[in-house]
Nanobody, 123 residues
Framework: HVQLGESGGGSVQAGGSLRLSCEVS????????MGWFRQAPGKEREGVAA???????SYADSVKGRFTISRDNDKNTLYLQMNSLKPEDTSMYYC??????????????????WGQGTQVTVS
C-alpha cells in the first residue's frame, strides 16, 4: 500500500523560502516518477515540478528558477525547495507518485497516489 505524507508547509513573507518534504512508503519509491502539485481555493490542481527515476526534473513555467525538486532514495523522501516565494504561490501543496519510472506529464492524470497536502501561505 503506497502512502505519502507531506510536511514543511507554513506561513512566510514574500521573498522568503520554505522546504517541503514528502515521505513515501518504501514500496517501489525509487523506481517511480514523483511530483509536486498545488491547488488554491476555487482553482484546478496544477503540476509544479516532477522528478523521474533517473533524477531528471521538469517544472511549471511559473516556478522555474525559484523552486527545486529533489529526492533522497535512501530516505524514501521527496523535497521541494521553494525560494523567492510570491503571494500567488499560496496553495495547498501535494506530493504524488507517478504511474511509471518517467515523468511524461505534469498533469494529474500522470500520477496515481497522493498525499493529504500541506498548506503554504505567502503574504
Amino acid at each position: 500500500h503506497v502512502q505519502l505524507g507531506e510536511s514543511g508547509g507554513g506561513s512566510v513573507q514574500a521573498g522568503g523560502s520554505l522546504r517541503l518534504s514528502c515521505e513515501v512508503s518504501r514500496y517501489a519509491y525509487s523506481s517511480y516518477c514523483m511530483g509536486w502539485f498545488r491547488q488554491a481555493p476555487g482553482k484546478e490542481r496544477e503540476g509544479v515540478a516532477a522528478i523521474d527515476r533517473d533524477g531528471r526534473t521538469s517544472y511549471a513555467d511559473s516556478v522555474k528558477g525559484r523552486f527545486t525538486i529533489s529526492r533522497d532514495n535512501d530516505k524514501n523522501t521527496l523535497y521541494l525547495q521553494m525560494n523567492s516565494l510570491k503571494p500567488e504561490d499560496t496553495s495547498m501543496y501535494y506530493c504524488a507518485r507517478g504511474r511509471g519510472a518517467y515523468c511524461d506529464t505534469l498533469r494529474r492524470t500522470g500520477f496515481l497516489y497522493w498525499g493529504q497536502g500541506t498548506q503554504v501561505t505567502v503574504s
